[in-house]
């Protein structure tokens, strides 16, 4: 690295211009989520009611999976309330990874569920139990799904989306509990155990996927694009050699910093306004970046 009297390798932090209104973002998550809770627990009620009355496991399972889904939904509101306090001293990011530690919640719920469900079929599998009666109806989650998952991708919430995914599988766990009672009805005993089953596995799977995408947000993973178009946002700007880009997601907080090489002869004052282009360029070219740390590295001579 060559050290002159000019360039010594400066640091700045260039705030980008924000294309949502944070506070509105909030309103529309928090409405999400309450829509859902109260949706879910209704569906949930009502399944549990049913299950009670004919006995069914697969509808005992899904019963459990929709009202657990209300203690994620509390999570999810928790975490988005703890992201909106300002930075201290010791927290100088802010909470913002409250929002991504609610995820953390919603796959222990996941597995609980899993557990619950998994334990209930089996037993009743291995008792020979059956249904007498059939439940009338089964409330989907359609709609739910899609409500948040629109307003995930609106407000740029992952946490908000990975639920709307839990909810649209939901939906298939009532078709299956749904199916269960139906081959009860035709005969087929083995079916309720069976769609319970099948309920469980549905609900191992969003488990797994969930904890995934939890585990990659907290270990600071990021779509390799987003790399990739921060480096080329950099390069584009007269006067950069070269560009090398990390980046960060805190909650819905996406953080890049750039390392630019530059003419080691460039002064701090020349190489602090060539960061406000790169931020500019950065902030045509992403978008969903929020802030920029731009850091300048000393070329060969």
Not at 24 to 41: H, T
Not at 114 to 128: D, P
Not at 176 to 200: E, F, R, S
């Amino acid at each position: 690295m060559h050290k002159t009297s000019g360039l010594r390798d400066p640091a700045a932090a260039f705030p980008l211009p924000r294309r949502r209104d944070d506070t509105q973002d909030r309103r529309q998550a928090n409405r999400a989520v309450a829509v859902s809770a109260l949706g879910l627990a209704a569906t949930g009620l009502i399944e549990l009611l049913l299950a009670v009355i004919t006995g069914s496991v697969g509808l005992l399972g899904d019963a459990i999976h929709n009202l657990s889904d209300v203690s994620t939904s509390a999570v999810v509101f928790l975490g988005f309330r703890l992201s909106r306090r300002p930075p201290t001293e010791r927290y100088p990011y802010g909470l913002e990874r409250a929002e991504d530690l609610a995820g953390v919640g919603i796959a222990v719920v996941i597995w609980v569920s899993a557990a619950f469900a998994w334990t209930e079929s089996v037993r009743k599998f291995l008792e020979h139990g059956h249904t007498a009666h059939v439940g009338a109806g089964i409330a989907g989650n359609q709609v739910v799904a899609r409500y948040k998952l629109a307003v995930g991708r609106r407000i740029g919430s992952a946490t908000l989306v990975a639920d709307a995914r839990h909810s649209w599988l939901d939906a298939l766990s009532s078709a299956g509990a749904l199916a269960g009672l139906i081959a009860v009805a035709l005969g087929q005993p083995w079916g309720d155990p069976v769609a319970g089953l099948v309920v469980t596995a549905f609900i191992c799977h969003v488990g797994y996927q969930v904890t995934a995408d939890v585990a990659r947000r907290l270990a600071d993973g990021v779509d390799p694009a987003v790399i990739t178009t921060a480096e080329a946002a950099a390069g584009s700007v007269p006067g950069v050699i070269h560009a090398h880009a990390r980046a960060r997601c805190t909650g819905r907080t996406l953080r890049v910093e750039i390392e630019g090489w530059v003419d080691p002869d460039l002064p701090v004052r020349d190489a602090d306004a060539l960061g406000r282009q790169v931020a500019n360029s950065l902030a045509r070219q992403l978008p969903e970046a929020s802030s920029l740390t731009w850091v300048v590295r000393a070329g060969p001579a």
